[in-house]
């Protein structure tokens, strides 16, 4: 008895220290439960304005990260950050106020990491995105960014605000002890998404619609002539698992996302038909798009890491359109 004692309190000591930021958010949520049943975590999550999942036994702390205390509370004794707090929203606030991306999350992600070199963190993953890159019909890598080429004019502040918040992860990880990785992830969907209407992205929007359909047609906003690379959320957790067991070099930044672009109106035809559902498909002109196209050369991630996507967009439908059946009342 005394011997398993001192064992489970060996691996205690052995155990690293992981913080999820953002834990009760769509990518947050599902990190938390990949990292949950990993033995050799410990985990502290925090939450804001909603109350923390208590489903999951791990340190909740309620903290608002664009608040230095709160910052420094929560990176008390911490080994990895997974930072996936943030103001998001869908393609109507995009459009109509691109601002409020840009001043809360350059806030809170400045403090993070800050907080992080000083507090001599092992390793930082911060979530960036795609926005800054030109549009374009062949795959996108990461060195096909040129800083001197015109953000397009939807993106522009939250693009400058990412390539700001980039170039703050490779500023703090060449001067301190902390790895950091910056992932320009493709449109990431899956369990936990967001599927209000008023909130969500183009992927949840349209399951939304697809399965709440009473009149028989599905409503799509603009022509849906735009493309989208579109990545399974399990596919990015496994990209994480990687980079936090194999990233040797003090920063990386990495395209991660499928590695094929699909059209707006063909995504929507194709959930309709992996619903079973007879739908007719109407296009709303009159609603907000961000009219353009792209998808990412990942060749990096897999030369560097060994990652690449294993779902394919019809496994990835068919397995949010089953969790949403068993979730979404």
């Known amino acids: 008895m005394e011997d398993q004692k001192n064992l489970n309190?060996?691996?205690?000591?052995?155990?690293k220290k992981i913080l999820i930021c953002g834990a009760n958010g769509f990518i947050g949520k599902n990190v938390l439960e990949r990292f949950y049943n990993k033995k050799e975590y410990v985990i502290r999550a925090t939450h804001f304005k909603s109350e923390p999942d208590n489903k999951f036994?791990?340190?909740?702390?309620?903290?608002?990260?664009?608040?230095?205390?709160?910052?420094?509370?929560?990176?008390?004794?911490?080994?990895?950050?997974?930072?996936?707090?943030?103001?998001?929203?869908?393609?109507?606030?995009?459009?109509?106020k691109p601002y409020i991306h840009v001043t809360n999350n350059a806030v809170m992600n400045s403090l993070l990491f800050r907080e992080a070199f000083e507090q001599e963190v092992e390793h930082f993953i911060f979530p960036s995105c795609t926005i800054m890159y030109q549009k374009s019909e062949t795959a996108v890598k990461e060195t096909d960014f040129n800083p001197s080429d015109e953000i397009l004019?939807?993106?522009y502040?939250?693009?400058?605000?990412k390539v700001y918040l980039e170039n703050m992860c490779k500023f703090y990880a060449n001067l301190g002890k902390t790895k950091f990785t910056a992932i320009r992830h493709s449109n990431i969907y899956g369990p936990h998404?967001?599927?209000?209407?008023?909130?969500?992205?183009?992927?949840?929007?349209?399951?939304?619609?697809?399965?709440?359909?009473?009149?028989?047609?599905?409503?799509?906003?603009?022509?849906?002539?735009?493309?989208?690379?579109?990545?399974?959320?399990?596919?990015?957790?496994?990209?994480?698992?990687?980079?936090?067991?194999?990233?040797?070099?003090?920063?990386?930044?990495?395209?991660?996302?499928?590695g094929q672009?699909?059209?707006?109106?063909?995504?929507?035809?194709?959930?309709?038909?992996?619903?079973?559902?007879?739908?007719?498909?109407?296009h709303d002109l009159s609603k907000p798009t961000i009219p353009t196209s792209l998808f990412l050369d990942c060749s990096y991630a897999k030369e560097k890491l060994g990652w690449q996507p294993l779902y394919t967009l019809e496994e990835g439908i068919e397995a949010t359109l089953q969790w949403y059946k068993e979730n979404i009342k």
């Open 157 to 161: 502040g939250p693009g400058h605000t």
């Open 261 to 282: 672009g699909v059209k707006i109106k063909d995504l929507v035809h194709k959930i309709v038909e992996l619903s079973d559902k007879t739908l007719e498909v109407v």
């Open 153 to 155: 004019p939807f993106y």
């Open 9 to 15: 309190q060996k691996r205690h000591v052995m155990s």
């Open 193 to 258: 998404d967001k599927y209000d209407l008023e909130k969500s992205h183009v992927f949840g929007a349209t399951i939304t619609k697809v399965m709440t359909s009473k009149d028989g047609t599905v409503r799509v906003w603009g022509s849906g002539e735009e493309a989208r690379d579109l990545l399974y959320i399990a596919d990015l957790l496994n990209f994480i698992d990687a980079t936090v067991a194999k990233q040797e070099n003090n920063f990386e930044l990495f395209n991660v996302g499928l």
């Open 57 to 96: 036994n791990v340190e909740w702390v309620r903290a608002d990260l664009r608040e230095q205390a709160d910052v420094k509370r929560v990176m008390r004794g911490v080994d990895i950050v997974l930072q996936f707090a943030a103001t998001t929203t869908g393609a109507k606030d995009i459009t109509s």
